[in-house]
Structure formats: structure tokens, C-alpha cells
């Protein structure tokens, strides 16, 4: 089962373009990598998914090297409002795609 | 837009108590699933289901049971409640579009058992 591991927590300033790594060493061949972000008193909320190299959509991009085993979202030019838990998570394939989250990062954006 | 309802914001039960907590979601999505958040160790699946009367155990299903009599609602069944299942219950539901991993989640649901 792949598991993942991202930094606890970052700290950025409003405009930046923020970038959390994940690692996921063991994953497998069909396992999808997805991300979801989470306000304090919420339930998730998928950001993104991928399999390999680049994906971007109207809120992040997902940059995934050519080994899958580690993973970037990027956030370009974050606000107060991102400010929240991430979540890179593996999609097993072998598993009916159960997800697995993990700790997250906890993003602070300051003003 | 997906609309995942779960039944109660806050509950407080008593040890020993049988508890249900409900999920209805209105998107027809064959998959649901239960997961608990406390702080510190993130979001742990309790189980899930993929389809009416199926059920799989995740992480943690020692203290739960589920239901799933119809597509739109999963139940989690806290047996006898005690306090150490006190937690941030999420429920949440996918379609079965292949290669989708993209779950919708309720509000939550926070228990206190004393």
C-alpha cells in the first residue's frame, strides 16, 4: 500500500506561488495520485488528480516525475483563503481505489 | 453540484449507546464511504461501500458497523459508544466514472461520547 509523506506544515505570503512535495515510494502501477484541500470545520475537497508528468487545472498543477515516486502541487500566486490542510493522497488501483489520507500540510499564507 | 447531507452537526451520546449516524447523497454515485478525523492523525476510513448491501472494512472498522439498503444513504452504527470514539465522523460518496478519484464530502459529523 503506497503510503505518503509530505512536510507537517508550510508558511507562505499572499502572491507567492507555493509548492508541497509528497513522497510516495511504493506505488504502484495503476495507483493515481490525488490531492484535496481542507478548511478547519469542513469535510475535503479534491483539488487535482494525476498519473504522470503535468496536470493543471483553474486551481493548482500537479507536476509528477517520470518515476511516480513523489509528487508537486503547485498553488500559483496563494491568498489568505488557501490558507488550509493538504492532502496528497494514492489512489490504489488494487484496492477499488480506496484512498488513504495521511497528516496533510498545513499551509499558513500571510498577509 | 454533488450534495453530500449528513444527518446530525454535533451529537453528544452516553457510553453504551447505540449510535447512527446517516449519509445521504444525491448524485447516484455507486460509492460511499465513512472516515474519522481526529487531530493529529488526519482522516482514517472506517469502511466503505461500492455498491447497495456491499460493504468493505478500511482502517479502523474495530467498534463500527454499516448499512447500505439504498444507493443514496450508508449508515455508520456505533454498536455501543464508548469514548474513545470520539471523533469527527466524514462521510463521503464517488462515482463510478473509472479513473475519477474525485470524493464528495458531507459536512461532518461531530460526535462527543461521555
Known amino acids: 500500500l503506497a503510503k505518503t509523506t509530505q512536510p507537517i506544515s508550510m508558511d507562505s505570503y499572499e502572491g507567492q506561488e507555493v509548492n508541497i512535495t509528497c513522497s510516495h515510494n511504493?506505488?504502484?502501477?495503476?495507483?493515481?495520485i490525488t490531492w484535496y484541500q481542507q478548511f478547519p470545520s469542513q469535510g475535503p475537497r479534491f483539488i487535482i488528480q494525476g498519473y504522470k508528468t503535468k496536470v493543471t487545472n483553474e486551481v493548482a498543477s500537479l507536476f509528477i516525475p517520470a518515476d511516480r515516486k513523489s509528487s508537486t502541487l503547485s498553488l500559483p500566486r496563494v491568498s489568505l483563503s488557501d490558507t488550509a490542510v493538504y492532502y496528497c493522497l494514492v489512489a490504489w488501483a488494487n484496492a477499488g481505489n480506496m484512498l488513504t489520507f495521511g497528516g496533510g500540510t498545513r499551509l499558513m499564507v500571510k498577509p | 453540484d454533488v450534495k453530500v447531507t449528513q444527518s446530525s452537526r454535533y451529537l453528544v451520546k452516553r457510553t453504551g449507546e447505540k449510535v447512527f449516524l446517516e449519509c445521504v447523497q444525491d448524485?447516484?454515485?455507486?460509492?460511499m464511504f465513512w472516515y474519522r478525523q481526529d487531530p493529529g492523525l488526519g482522516l482514517r476510513l472506517i469502511y466503505f461501500s461500492y455498491d447497495v448491501k456491499m460493504k468493505e472494512k478500511g482502517d479502523i472498522p474495530e467498534g463500527y458497523s454499516v448499512s447500505r439498503e439504498k444507493k443514496e444513504r450508508f449508515s455508520l452504527i456505533l454498536e455501543s459508544a464508548s469514548t474513545n470514539q470520539t471523533s469527527m465522523y466524514l462521510c463521503?460518496?464517488?462515482?463510478?466514472?473509472?479513473?475519477?478519484?474525485?470524493?464528495?464530502f458531507g459536512p461532518g459529523t461531530r460526535l462527543t461520547v461521555t
Open positions: 511504493n506505488i504502484a502501477t495503476n495507483d493515481y
Open positions: 448524485m447516484d454515485h455507486e460509492n
Open positions: 463521503a460518496s464517488r462515482g463510478g466514472l473509472a479513473g475519477s478519484y474525485e470524493q464528495y
